[in-house]
């Protein structure tokens, strides 16, 4: 099976000639169509086949709108593979195609009946397009039955990056029985809340460290979204160093030394020279 990302780039092209000797190059193409759009350019869409199964690959800058919607339910379709190549082609290939795939992942993804294999993964499309119409969706997702659901809602969220679901978050992680999904929702919330400036969410990870030593998954997971806050928590996690409980502690020295030492240093060389002899 022909690697999927040279086919691609080796499509991008529009002349006549290059489509012919992709054929060529990549007899697993079974069979490539070109159209012209509005504006005269070619289009290449290529059918790759792969055991046994057949998936839509559009090219995003020469692909019409009218081929990107033809391609977005065969696409969401093949979500639900157990050959990788087909998996990633499809999910890169709704990315690219954007917000015109927005309503028909939605409609897919709030459909509770629907396999958590399929909703998972356009969880992560919907973040990964900035789907604002999606946010109320993935909100309500983060109680869901299925794991790997809460954990795509939860990143959706966190990259579409409106700060509403930070409280909705914040709930989730007080119901998470999970420990892994625990220590992804908490990164999640951590990038989310940095991205929007939504600085006091530090004291709140702050107060997590506690009851959560590092030597398990939701204990690096909180200093890990501590430190996606960058220099905004150096101080805070400074002081901590000082803490008589271990948890707290090591979670800390843990953060830190995930921050870039850019705004790292400069405040440890402060810490050092003070009045405190600690």
Known sequence: YAPVEPMVKAAAQTSQERVDEIVSQYPEAVN?????????QKTAVIWIKASNSIVKYSIKNNAT??????AITPLIGYLINDNQNIFYASSRTLEEIGLLAEDDLIKVFSNPNE??????????ILGEIKSSKAVPYLINALG??????RMGASYGLSQIGDPIAIIPIEEALKRETDDLTFALMVGDLGVLAARTKHYEVIDYLISMLVDNPTDNWKGVGISVALAEFGS???????????????????GAFEALSNINAEFLLPKLNLALVDNNPQ
Do not use: F, H, M
Not at 32 to 40: A, C, H, L, P, V
Not at 65 to 70: G, I
Not at 144 to 149: C, K, Q, R, S
Not at 232 to 242: C, E, S
């Open 115 to 124: 396999s958590p294999g399929l909703r998972q993964p356009i969880a992560v």
């Open 232 to 250: 905004q928590a150096v101080g805070p996690l400074i002081q901590l160093l000082n803490s008589t409980n271990e948890n707290e502690y090591y």
């Open 65 to 70: 709108n009218e081929t990107k919607l033809a």
């Open 144 to 149: 869901d039955a299925n794991i790997t659901v």
């Open 32 to 40: 490539i169509e070109t159209n012209n759009d509005s504006s005269g």
